[in-house]
C-alpha cells in the first residue's frame, strides 16, 4: 500500500497532452486497462416534491442516470455533491434513491478496481472501508460521492444523508471537511490494471470561508509517496465556479497544478464538454444539474451526463443527454423594441392587444419544447406505440418599459400564466415582467484637492503644520455651517496634544452657536437658511480670528480609584472622562469667552453664561396661600422672574428654566387666614420648585389651641412642586 506524502496546495505542476481526447492512445496499455467513470452531479433528489405535476422529476432523472451506468457498464460512478435537495431528505426521496441505486449497483459482476490505500484515512463511520471489499455484500457498479451544500452534515453527530446511505453499502463517501480552517484532501487511490487513479475530493465549504482557507495556505493535499508521476489525478469540489463576489467562490488557480481533471459541481448550468487551462495545466467539466431547480437561463441548457475514460494518463470525455428531464425553454423580449408590440403602444387601453400578443409568444415556446423533446428521444421500437412529452417548462422575459408616448398596461402575471393550465408545468410563473434599471444620473464629484505643487512644497517641509495642511485642503474646498480657521485649531489639538474629544466639541459647539444666530430676531425674517447659514459662519470666523472666541479644550473628571484601565482602557478615552458641567477652558487655560445667545419666550433677555453663573437663587418667603386673586398676582411675579440658562451652566439642578433670586423689594402680600380649618400647606420656597418634588406620606399636624390637627395631603402638591408653570387658578382647592 504507498504510502501519502503532504503538499500544499502550490505543489509542482505536470505537463500532460492540452488535448489528449482528439489523438490516438500512445501509452500501449489495453482496453483492459481503462477506468470508465459515470460522472453526475446536483441531481437534487426530493426538489418539488409534492408539486402534483412536477413532483417525480428529480428522481426520475436521477433512476435514468443510475440505468446508463449499468447499461453502459461502468467501473464506477462519480457524483459530486448534491445528491438530495434538502439535507434531511423524506423517506419517499430516501427510498427512491436507495432503490434505484440497488437495482443498478448490486450484481454478481466482480468490481474491477483495486483499492491501494487505507480506507479509515478516507472513509469515516462505522465500515469505514470500500463498499465493493465488503463481504456481505456484492457491489458491480460502486458509487463514490462528495456531500454539497444542499446535503451537508448536520445535527447531533454531524451526520449527512450520505451516512445513511454508506451505512446501508450503497455509497462511499468521501472527501469529508470536518475543519473548514484546517482541510486536508487524501485521495482514494485505485488501480485496474496498470491505469492507478487518485481520486480526490473536496465537500462544500462556505465560499468565503474556503477562500480564506486558501488564502491563508492551511489547505493541505496528499499524494502519493511511491510512483508520483504514474497517477491519473482526479478531483472533485463542490463550490462556486464563477466570481459572483469577491472572495465567493473557489478560483481554479487555488487548485494544485499536480491535479490532471476536475470535476465541478455546484454550478446548474451544463458544460460537459471538458475546458482546459493552460495556466494550471488541468482540464475541467462542469455537467451541471439533472433537474431544473430554477426558471434561469443556465437551467435551460440540454441536461448531460459524461462517462470519462482514462487509460493511463489519456481521458476521452463522452456526453450523454438525459432523456427523462422535462423540457425547458426560455425567452426575453423587449416591448419597446419589439416591432409587433410598438403597434399598441398608442392606444389607449392596449392591455388586451399585449395581451394577446405574449399569449402567441408563449403557445410557440410550449410547441418547441415539444419538438425539442421529441428529437432528443429513441424511436419507438413498436410503430403503434405513441411517445407523448410531459408538460414543458416555459419562462417568458418581458421588460414593459415604458418609452416616451406612450406606456403598456400588461395583465397580471398570475392571471396571464394561469392561462396555460393543462399546456405547461408551471401555471403560476409563466411570465416574469421586469424594468430596466436606470443607471445613476447624479455623478458622484471627487472631493477637491489641492493644486499638485502645493501639495508637494507641504511634502518637503519637514516642519509644515498641521493648521497650514488643514487651510490649504479647506481652501479647495468649501465648508457651508463649521467656522473654517477655527476647524484647523481642532484639528492640530487633535494631533498634537491626543486631544480625542476635540473634534466632537469643536463640532457641538459650532452647531450650538449656529442655532443660536438662527434663532436671533436679526435673521428672522430672512427666508434663506442658506444665506443666513453663511452669515453665522461667517461672523464666528471673524470672532474668532479677533480672539472674541477660542477653541475650548476638553475638561476631564479625576479618574476614579477603582477604574481598571487595563480592561476597560485609558480613562480619557471613556465618554464618561468628560466634564461637562466645568467652565469652558481654552487652550491657553483661560476662560473662554463665549456668545451671547439670544432667547426666545415670555422671559427677559438672557445675560452671558459667565454671568448667569454667578448668580445664586435666594429663597423666596414662604407665604400662605390665598384666594385666586393672590395666585394670579404672584404667579405674575414669577413670570417676570423667569430666565434662560445655559445648558453648561455650574448649576446641575437647573433643567431648562431656574427661579432668579428673588427681589426684597417684593414680596407677596401676607393674606390672613380666616380660620384654622381653612389653613392649608404653605406654598413651597423658589429654591425647592428648582428641585425635584418629595411627596411626603406622614400625617403632618398643625398646632392650633394646644391641640394637634392632622390634615390630609392635598391633590394638588404635585402643582405647587411644578418648577415650570405657574399654579393652575381655574381649579378650586379646597378641603375633601
Not at 467652565?583 to 476662560?591: L, N, P, W
Request: charged share 30%; aromatic share 6%; proline share 5%.
Amino acid at each position: 500500500m504507498p504510502a501519502l506524502t503532504g503538499e500544499h496546495s502550490n505543489a509542482s505542476s505536470m505537463t500532460i497532452k492540452s488535448d489528449p481526447a482528439s489523438e490516438p492512445n500512445t501509452s500501449g496499455l489495453l482496453v483492459a486497462d481503462t477506468i470508465r467513470i459515470l460522472v453526475a452531479t446536483d441531481s437534487h433528489v426530493g426538489y418539488n416534491e409534492r408539486d402534483p405535476i412536477r413532483g417525480d422529476d428529480s428522481w426520475k432523472s436521477f433512476h435514468e442516470v443510475m440505468c446508463l451506468a449499468k447499461d453502459r457498464d461502468v467501473d464506477m460512478i462519480l457524483l459530486a455533491g448534491d445528491l438530495f435537495h434538502e439535507n434531511k431528505p423524506s423517506r419517499k426521496s430516501m427510498f427512491q434513491v436507495m432503490r434505484s441505486m440497488r437495482m443498478n449497483c448490486y450484481g454478481e459482476k466482480p468490481c474491477e478496481l483495486e483499492m491501494l490505500s487505507d480506507g479509515s484515512e478516507t472513509f469515516q463511520g462505522a465500515f469505514n472501508h470500500v463498499n465493493y471489499e465488503d463481504p456481505d455484500i456484492n457491489i458491480a457498479i460502486p458509487i463514490f460521492s462528495i456531500h454539497g451544500n444542499h446535503d451537508d452534515p448536520t445535527g447531533e453527530g454531524h451526520l449527512a444523508a450520505l451516512d445513511l446511505l454508506q451505512t446501508a453499502g450503497l455509497v462511499n463517501y468521501y472527501g469529508r471537511t470536518p475543519e473548514s480552517d484546517n482541510i486536508e484532501v487524501k485521495p482514494v487511490l485505485l488501480q485496474k490494471g496498470n491505469t492507478k487513479l487518485a481520486l480526490y475530493g473536496m465537500s462544500n465549504v462556505r465560499d468565503e470561508r474556503l477562500f480564506r482557507t486558501f488564502r491563508d495556505q492551511k489547505v493541505k493535499f496528499f499524494r502519493p509517496g511511491v510512483q508520483k508521476d504514474d497517477w491519473f489525478n482526479l478531483m472533485s469540489v463542490h463550490q462556486n465556479h464563477h466570481a459572483y463576489t469577491e472572495k465567493g467562490y473557489l478560483p481554479e488557480e487555488f487548485l494544485p497544478s499536480f491535479l490532471h481533471f476536475v470535476i465541478w459541481g455546484h454550478e446548474h448550468e451544463c458544460k460537459i464538454d471538458p475546458t482546459y487551462n493552460p495556466e494550471m495545466d488541468f482540464h475541467v467539466m462542469q455537467p451541471g444539474s439533472s433537474v431544473a431547480t430554477s426558471l434561469s437561463p443556465g437551467e435551460a441548457v440540454a441536461k448531460h451526463v459524461a462517462i470519462l475514460s482514462i487509460t493511463g494518463k489519456d481521458f476521452k470525455s463522452e456526453s450523454i443527454r438525459l432523456k427523462t428531464v422535462r423540457p425547458f425553454v426560455m425567452k426575453e423580449i423587449v416591448l419597446s423594441d419589439d416591432k409587433e408590440a410598438k403597434k399598441h403602444i398608442k392606444s389607449p387601453n392596449n392591455r388586451t392587444q399585449v395581451t394577446q400578443y405574449l399569449m402567441n409568444i408563449v403557445e410557440k415556446l410550449i410547441q418547441q419544447a415539444n419538438e425539442e423533446w421529441m428529437e432528443a428521444q429513441d424511436e419507438p421500437e413498436d410503430d403503434d406505440e405513441e411517445v407523448k412529452p410531459p408538460l414543458p417548462l416555459v419562462r417568458l422575459r418581458v421588460e414593459y418599459g415604458m418609452p416616451n408616448g406612450g406606456s403598456y398596461d400588461c395583465e397580471n402575471p398570475q392571471r396571464f400564466s394561469n392561462r396555460f393550465i393543462d399546456k405547461v408545468a408551471n401555471v403560476n410563473d409563466v411570465i416574469q415582467y421586469h424594468r430596466k434599471k436606470k443607471g445613476a444620473t447624479r455623478q458622484t464629484k471627487g472631493a477637491d484637492m489641492p493644486e499638485g505643487s502645493i501639495l508637494a512644497e507641504l511634502s518637503m517641509d519637514p516642519g509644515v503644520k498641521v493648521e497650514k495642511i488643514v487651510e490649504e485642503f479647506l481652501e479647495a474646498q468649501s465648508l457651508t455651517i463649521l467656522p473654517q480657521n477655527s476647524f484647523g485649531d481642532a484639528v492640530a489639538q487633535f494631533v498634537k496634544k491626543d486631544d480625542k474629544h476635540s473634534m466632537e466639541s469643536f463640532v457641538s459647539d459650532s452647531l450650538e452657536k449656529q442655532v443660536g444666530f438662527l434663532f436671533n430676531e436679526e435673521y428672522g425674517d430672512d427666508d434663506d437658511v442658506a444665506e443666513r447659514m453663511a452669515a453665522c459662519k461667517a461672523r464666528l470666523e471673524e470672532m474668532f480670528a479677533s480672539g472674541q472666541i477660542k477653541l475650548r479644550r476638553t475638561k476631564l473628571k479625576p479618574q476614579p480609584d477603582d477604574y481598571d484601565e487595563e480592561l476597560l482602557g485609558p480613562w480619557e478615552d471613556q465618554e464618561a472622562a468628560i466634564d461637562h458641567t466645568g467652565d469652558d477652558v481654552d487652550e491657553d487655560g483661560d476662560d473662554a469667552e463665549t456668545v451671547t445667545k439670544p432667547t426666545k419666550g415670555r422671559g427677559k433677555a438672557a445675560t452671558s453664561k459667565t454671568a448667569a453663573a454667578t448668580k445664586k437663587a435666594v429663597p423666596a418667603k414662604t407665604t400662605g396661600r390665598g384666594k385666586k386673586k393672590g395666585v394670579e398676582e404672584e404667579s405674575e411675579e414669577e413670570d417676570d422672574d423667569v430666565q434662560m440658562l445655559d445648558e453648561d451652566d455650574d448649576d446641575e439642578n437647573a433643567l431648562f428654566v431656574k427661579q432668579a433670586a428673588a427681589k426684597p423689594a417684593r414680596k407677596a402680600p401676607a393674606r390672613k387666614v380666616a380660620s384654622p380649618a381653612r389653613r392649608t400647606a404653605a406654598r413651597p420656597t423658589a429654591k425647592a420648585a428648582s428641585k425635584q418634588s418629595q411627596l411626603t406620606f406622614s400625617q403632618p399636624a398643625t398646632q392650633s389651641n394646644g391641640r394637634k390637627k392632622v390634615h390630609e395631603i392635598s391633590d394638588d402638591i404635585s402643582d405647587d412642586d411644578d418648577a415650570f408653570e405657574p399654579i393652575s387658578t381655574a381649579k378650586s382647592r379646597g378641603r375633601r
